[in-house]
């Protein structure tokens, strides 16, 4: 042995020697080695520190289950990545990696006063302390806390990796390729069925990787697989959810174990859908509680046989074993024959299989039966530990330089549970195990429970004749908690396994109890005196280690978190100088700037040009909705709040669309074009919500309607010309369609050509002038813009963009849905009940309009405001207030919604919901804003030609 690394075996390379950093100090490995193999082959015990106490942690699990070596590794500028687990790190060369949650140094950690100072911090103390002063809760204590908690540094910097994403389809779909794993894959190889063997780690093989016997078995099984043309393996790859109807999530480590950042994603993001599912996902052997149990160099005695067989490292030179289980037994054995001294086998059970004390006998390892280690000495690492003979009480010394635990196993379920299967108790095991299916699925293996690892004592933790309330036994290392916070949990009144775990955080830590939940159970049980299913069990749900965010969102990164959508004219916009704003991921042009002007000074030229002469927009954002089929119009009279079914083709409707609960959620002009055909407008936000939740209604409500929807927005660009002259541009262009105002009145549609393009022509206005909106297929969009702007140029033709159109559609009192409302208005508070059917027998939202809060007055209604100072422009969004002398805090009875300046009147308006609005028309209201409260009059919300005149020229 050569400090802790074997002289031979394992399955790492030791010809490709690999080094790496760990702390700032440069260390030896081998290829193969994972960062916790090799630093324990250089005899580093200390890994981390302690969640709550900042107590010295070191490696307990050689797996995914490990609670405390929690590293964080940076691989660049941006590729700082935090809490990765040193049992699943591969190292490569210039590996960079570093503890976390101490300060200054990882040997000597400040915050290890609090371990001192335990006492003070029970399970939920912050709930009982830091009550005063109340103030002090936001400032001092919870930053104090949240300074000296913590994991790993969250990443500051912009991730520069590429992250990948897939979808796949399998017939037979089997997590975890251990020897259970692999014999299923072998036992479906030969079938028809595709296949998909998944395994987080880097290599198949599972338990198998650390018993050399069946290394032989392994290397004809994966050929056997890797050769068979229906199979696909994917190792380093954890699935990490199980959804419904079979349907799993797995991310797939690409890059992080490459010495160089390749070309090439750092992860993928598997969608898979299963036919059928098999979990083999095995079992986690289970950690003994006793006083020091976390001390570094104390572990599960699997992972220590998985470091001397899988990696040719020793965890200790002298270690011995704490077991109430015989699979710890036989682990030590393994140690013993790989050339690693043992100090003792300690066992709690005053008898075990006589085979098994011969094979000790026969290895010279001393045994002590009825016995339980009450003590560990050493802080950064094992020195001795102190064992008690529980016939006698007495407490003798044990030298021993690592101390490793055999509590027993617990089957993975985890997966299972996603699943929404059930779980039933074995008293055997001291376990719950998968019992019913709730999908296509079955587990083999250990994750059954089906394992050949002996037979073991059910305790929940090793008696000690020291007092239990001046010891610490952990049960979850990694969020600290004890088996006396558990007995408090239970003295202070909690019962369900839930509220314990919610008070003392068992198992709420980022592995989710894999090692701590059913020894929590354990002693809850006992300290309940009832047995473990009437306390219920705790819920696992995704993911199942940790994932990265990259990995999940993938390609939705930087522009592409949400692209940005544009239209077939917004290139003439970019073009001529527009500046552009962010519409539900549409780029829409704002204003269009002549030289030296600001926004104000475009935005008045353009609404004057509107209302004097002619104004173009490009409205291709709005939402659009084919509905066809011989239920069209009874599907639209049903879902709108006003009647359909007498609509008459070639005609247009305001349609107004509510929630179940009453209250506005989308709106927009509609036509029929035909008895069984509509063209739908939505709202540029609402068109994927609008079509999702009509959908719904189709499918769930109404599946017996004869109706097809389908999303058009995509498909035409819409071009919206307003003002007097528009029909005078028109007419010359349109081929087909009568425009004098007796053939095409307002809220009509036509169709036939303009340019020798076939079109959709709306006359319909946002405006509150002369208006048509052009809809035409989208590749003929700025084709037709520029026809009209050339068109147009002897009548002054202007583009305006969004700031012009609000400002012209507040002068007509046109709502915005989701500006002037905010998902609390009902029509009736709107102002549009005019547009609900009173003799309509339903509609979606109609029985909520009749609920008593809905009628009662005082609710806040849309109103039009005007300033007592004409130049002032309130802010949208300013509270308002009917007595501005009352006491703070002041009741507010409304906010400002809308607010311009408008150049056809040369002074302000605005809109606001106010409460009880319809009935204060005429009242003075105030408006605190910085500096001043200003004064302000109720009005109406139409200020602009109330009588309609203008539209119907």
Same mark, same amino acid.
């Given at each position: 042995?050569?400090?802790?690394?074997?002289?031979?075996?394992?399955?790492?390379?030791?010809?490709?020697?690999?080094? =790496?950093?760990?702390?700032?100090?440069?260390?030896?490995?081998?290829?193969? &080695? %994972?960062?916790?193999?090799?630093?324990?082959?250089?005899?580093?015990?200390?890994?981390?520190?302690?969640?709550?106490?900042?107590?010295?942690?070191?490696?307990?699990?050689?797996?995914?289950?490990?609670?405390?070596?929690?590293?964080?590794?940076?691989?660049?500028?941006?590729?700082?990545?935090?809490?990765?687990?040193?049992?699943?790190?591969?190292?490569?060369?210039?590996? $960079?990696?570093?503890?976390?949650?101490?300060?200054?140094?990882?040997?000597?950690?400040?915050?290890?006063?609090?371990?001192?100072?335990?006492?003070?911090?029970?399970?939920?103390?912050?709930?009982?302390?830091?009550?005063?002063?109340?103030?002090?809760?936001?400032?001092?204590?919870e930053p104090a806390i949240r300074k000296m908690a913590g994991l790993g540094d969250a990443p500051t910097a912009e991730d520069p990796d590429v992250y990948a994403s897939t979808y796949a389809h399998c017939d037979l779909l089997i997590i975890g390729a251990g020897p259970a794993g692999i014999d299923?894959?072998?036992?479906?190889?030969?079938?028809?069925?595709?296949?998909?063997?998944?395994?987080?780690?880097?290599?198949?093989?599972?338990?198998?990787?650390?018993?050399?016997?069946?290394?032989?078995?392994?290397?004809?099984?994966?050929?056997?697989?890797?050769?068979?043309?229906? @199979?696909t393996i994917l190792t380093r790859t954890t699935a990490f959810g199980y959804y419904h109807d079979n349907f799993i999530g797995a991310v797939q480590r690409l890059t992080d174990h490459l010495p160089e950042i390749e070309d090439r994603p750092r992860e993928k993001l598997w969608r898979i859908r299963?036919?059928?599912?098999?979990?083999?996902?095995?079992?986690?052997?289970?950690?003994?509680?006793?006083?020091?149990?976390?001390?570094?160099?104390?572990?599960?005695?699997?992972?220590?046989?998985?470091?001397?067989?899988?990696?040719?490292?020793?965890? *200790?030179?002298?270690?011995?074993?704490?077991?109430?289980?015989?699979?710890?037994?036989?682990?030590?054995?393994?140690?013993?024959?790989?050339?690693?001294?043992?100090?003792?086998?300690?066992?709690?059970?005053?008898?075990?299989?006589?085979?098994?004390?011969?094979?000790?006998?026969?290895?010279?390892?001393?045994?002590?039966?009825?016995?339980?280690? @009450?003590?560990?000495?050493?802080?950064?690492?094992?020195?001795?530990?102190?064992?008690?003979?529980?016939?006698?009480?007495?407490?003798?010394?044990?030298?021993?330089?690592?101390?490793?635990?055999?509590?027993?196993?617990?089957?993975?379920?985890?997966?299972?549970?996603?699943?929404?299967?059930?779980?039933?108790?074995?008293?055997?095991?001291?376990? +719950?195990?998968?019992?019913?299916?709730?999908?296509?699925?079955?587990?083999?293996?250990?994750?059954?429970?089906?394992?050949?690892?002996?037979?073991?004592?059910?305790?929940?933790?090793?008696?000690?004749?020291?007092?239990?309330?001046?010891?610490?036994?952990?049960?979850?290392?990694? $969020?600290?908690?004890?088996?006396?916070?558990?007995?408090?949990?239970?003295?202070?009144?909690?019962?369900?396994?839930?509220?314990?775990?919610?008070?003392?955080?068992?198992?709420?830590?980022?592995?989710?109890?894999?090692?701590?939940?059913?020894?929590?159970?354990?002693?809850?049980?006992?300290?309940?005196?009832?047995?473990?299913?009437?306390?219920?069990?705790?819920?696992?749900?995704?993911?199942?280690?940790?994932?990265?965010?990259?990995?999940?969102?993938?390609?939705?990164?930087?522009?592409?978190?949400?692209?940005?959508?544009?239209?077939?004219?917004?290139?003439?916009?970019?073009?001529?100088?527009?500046?552009?704003?962010?519409?539900?991921?549409?780029?829409?042009?704002?204003?269009?700037?002549?030289?030296?002007?600001?926004?104000?000074?475009?935005?008045?030229?353009?609404?004057?040009?509107?209302?004097?002469?002619?104004?173009?927009?490009?409205?291709?954002?709005?939402?659009?909705? #084919?509905?066809?089929? /011989?239920?069209?119009?009874?599907?639209?009279?049903?879902?709108?709040?006003?009647?359909?079914?007498?609509?008459? /083709?070639?005609?247009?409707?305001?349609?107004?669309?509510?929630?179940?609960?009453?209250?506005?959620?989308?709106?927009?002009?509609?036509?029929?074009?035909?008895?069984?055909?509509?063209?739908?407008?939505? %709202?540029?936000?609402?068109?994927?919500?609008?079509?999702?939740?009509?959908?719904?209604?189709?499918?769930? #409500?109404?599946?017996?309607?004869?109706?097809?929807?389908?999303?058009?927005?995509?498909?035409?660009?819409?071009?919206?010309?307003?003002?007097?002259?528009?029909?005078?541009?028109?007419?010359?262009?349109?081929?087909?369609?009568?425009?004098?105002?007796? !053939?095409?009145?307002?809220?009509?549609?036509?169709?036939?050509?303009?340019?020798?393009?076939?079109?959709?022509? =709306?006359?319909?206005?946002?405006?509150?002038?002369?208006?048509?909106?052009?809809?035409?297929?989208? !590749?003929?969009?700025?084709?037709?813009?520029?026809?009209?702007?050339?068109?147009?140029?002897?009548?002054?033709?202007?583009? +305006?963009?969004?700031?012009?159109?609000? @400002?012209?559609?507040?002068?007509?009192?046109?709502?915005?849905?989701?500006?002037?409302?905010d998902g609390t208005v009902t029509p009736f508070d709107a102002g549009l009940d005019w547009a609900v059917g009173k003799k309509k027998p339903d509609f979606v939202g109609k029985r909520s309009m009749a609920r008593p809060d809905i009628v009662a007055p005082g609710r806040k209604q849309l109103v039009?405001?005007?300033?007592?100072?004409?130049?002032?422009?309130?802010?949208? *969004?300013?509270?308002?207030?009917?007595?501005?002398?009352?006491?703070?805090?002041?009741?507010?009875?409304?906010?400002?919604?809308?607010?311009?300046?408008?150049?056809?009147?040369?002074?302000?308006?605005?809109?606001?919901?106010?409460?009880?609005?319809?009935?204060?028309?005429?009242?003075?209201?105030?408006?605190?804003?910085?500096?001043?409260?200003?004064?302000?009059?109720?009005?109406?919300?139409?200020?602009? &030609?109330?009588?309609?005149?203008?539209?119907?020229?």
């Amino acid at each position: 042995m050569s400090g802790f690394r074997l002289e031979a075996g394992g399955r790492i390379d030791r010809s490709q020697p690999v080094m =790496f950093s760990f702390d700032g100090k440069s260390y030896q490995g081998f290829a193969g &080695d %994972t960062l916790a193999s090799a630093l324990l082959a250089n005899g580093v015990m200390l890994f981390g520190r302690s969640f709550k106490y900042h107590r010295p942690r070191g490696l307990v699990a050689a797996g995914s289950e490990e609670p405390n070596a929690l590293i964080s590794v940076n691989r660049g500028p941006g590729r700082f990545t935090p809490n990765l687990r040193a049992t699943g790190i591969e190292i490569h060369n210039e590996l $960079n990696a570093f503890s976390q949650n101490r300060w200054p140094s990882l040997a000597m950690d400040f915050g290890a006063i609090n371990d001192r100072l335990g006492m003070f911090f029970p399970a939920g103390f912050y709930n009982k302390t830091f009550m005063w002063p109340r103030s002090f809760w936001d400032k001092v204590y919870e930053p104090a806390i949240r300074k000296m908690a913590g994991l790993g540094d969250a990443p500051t910097a912009e991730d520069p990796d590429v992250y990948a994403s897939t979808y796949a389809h399998c017939d037979l779909l089997i997590i975890g390729a251990g020897p259970a794993g692999i014999d299923a894959a072998l036992g479906s190889m030969d079938s028809n069925k595709r296949i998909v063997l998944v395994d987080e780690q880097d290599e198949l093989g599972g338990g198998a990787l650390a018993d050399p016997a069946l290394w032989p078995w392994l290397e004809r099984s994966v050929k056997a697989l890797a050769d068979a043309p229906n @199979v696909t393996i994917l190792t380093r790859t954890t699935a990490f959810g199980y959804y419904h109807d079979n349907f799993i999530g797995a991310v797939q480590r690409l890059t992080d174990h490459l010495p160089e950042i390749e070309d090439r994603p750092r992860e993928k993001l598997w969608r898979i859908r299963a036919g059928e599912v098999v979990l083999a996902q095995g079992a986690i052997e289970r950690p003994i509680v006793f006083d020091g149990n976390d001390t570094p160099g104390v572990m599960l005695s699997s992972a220590a046989k998985v470091y001397a067989n899988r990696y040719g490292v020793a965890v *200790g030179k002298a270690p011995a074993l704490m077991a109430s289980h015989d699979s710890g037994w036989h682990d030590i054995f393994a140690l013993a024959k790989a050339g690693i001294g043992i100090s003792a086998i300690i066992d709690i059970r005053e008898s075990v299989d006589s085979a098994l004390l011969r094979e000790a006998d026969r290895l010279g390892i001393t045994v002590y039966l009825n016995h339980g280690v @009450v003590g560990v000495h050493g802080r950064h690492g094992v020195s001795s530990v102190d064992i008690c003979d529980y016939a006698d009480q007495r407490v003798r010394r044990v030298d021993a330089d690592a101390l490793l635990m055999a509590g027993g196993w617990t089957p993975s379920v985890h997966l299972w549970s996603h699943s929404k299967g059930s779980l039933k108790w074995r008293d055997d095991l001291g376990a +719950y195990v998968p019992d019913l299916p709730n999908e296509n699925v079955h587990c083999v293996g250990g994750c059954s429970g089906d394992w050949d690892f002996g037979t073991g004592a059910i305790i929940d933790m090793l008696p000690t004749p020291k007092d239990q309330s001046r010891i610490k036994a952990f049960v979850d290392f990694q $969020n600290d908690v004890t088996a006396k916070d558990i007995t408090l949990a239970v003295r202070e009144g909690f019962r369900s396994i839930e509220h314990i775990k919610r008070y003392t955080t068992n198992g709420m830590a980022t592995d989710q109890g894999k090692t701590s939940n059913l020894n929590g159970l354990q002693i809850a049980s006992s300290a309940l005196n009832k047995p473990v299913p009437d306390i219920g069990l705790t819920s696992f749900r995704p993911p199942y280690t940790p994932q990265t965010f990259g990995a999940l969102a993938g390609h939705a990164k930087g522009a592409l978190f949400q692209p940005t959508r544009t239209t077939n004219i917004d290139s003439w916009a970019q073009a001529v100088g527009a500046v552009f704003e962010l519409v539900a991921q549409w780029r829409r042009a704002r204003y269009f700037p002549n030289p030296g002007e600001d926004m104000h000074a475009a935005v008045n030229r353009e609404c004057v040009a509107v209302r004097s002469s002619l104004g173009i927009f490009d409205a291709s954002t709005l939402g659009k909705i #084919e509905v066809v089929g /011989p239920d069209a119009a009874e599907f639209l009279n049903r879902m709108y709040t006003n009647p359909w079914k007498a609509l008459e /083709p070639g005609r247009c409707r305001y349609g107004l669309l509510l929630k179940e609960d009453g209250f506005i959620t989308d709106d927009g002009v509609s036509a029929r074009l035909a008895p069984d055909r509509f063209h739908l407008t939505t %709202t540029t936000g609402g068109a994927a919500r609008v079509l999702n939740m009509m959908e719904d209604y189709l499918q769930t #409500e109404w599946p017996d309607l004869d109706v097809w929807l389908t999303s058009t927005t995509e498909q035409y660009a819409v071009i919206a010309l307003q003002g007097p002259n528009a029909r005078k541009v028109l007419e010359p262009l349109v081929q087909g369609i009568d425009l004098s105002p007796e !053939a095409f009145p307002h809220m009509a549609i036509r169709e036939g050509t303009i340019c020798g393009i076939k079109t959709r022509l =709306f006359r319909v206005s946002f405006t509150g002038e002369l208006g048509f909106e052009i809809n035409v297929p989208t !590749a003929y969009g700025r084709a037709i813009w520029e026809q009209l702007m050339a068109q147009g140029a002897q009548y002054d033709i202007t583009p +305006y963009g969004t700031e012009a159109m609000h @400002v012209l559609r507040a002068e007509k009192g046109f709502i915005i849905v989701g500006q002037d409302t905010d998902g609390t208005v009902t029509p009736f508070d709107a102002g549009l009940d005019w547009a609900v059917g009173k003799k309509k027998p339903d509609f979606v939202g109609k029985r909520s309009m009749a609920r008593p809060d809905i009628v009662a007055p005082g609710r806040k209604q849309l109103v039009g405001l005007l300033t007592d100072d004409p130049n002032l422009v309130l802010e949208e *969004g300013a509270q308002i207030v009917a007595d501005p002398n009352q006491p703070i805090p002041m009741t507010m009875i409304g906010h400002v919604t809308s607010s311009y300046w408008s150049e056809t009147f040369g002074r302000s308006i605005a809109m606001a919901l106010v409460a009880g609005g319809h009935d204060r028309t005429g009242d003075t209201l105030h408006i605190p804003m910085p500096g001043k409260t200003h004064t302000a009059k109720v009005t109406g919300t139409v200020f602009y &030609d109330p009588e309609g005149a203008r539209l119907h020229v």
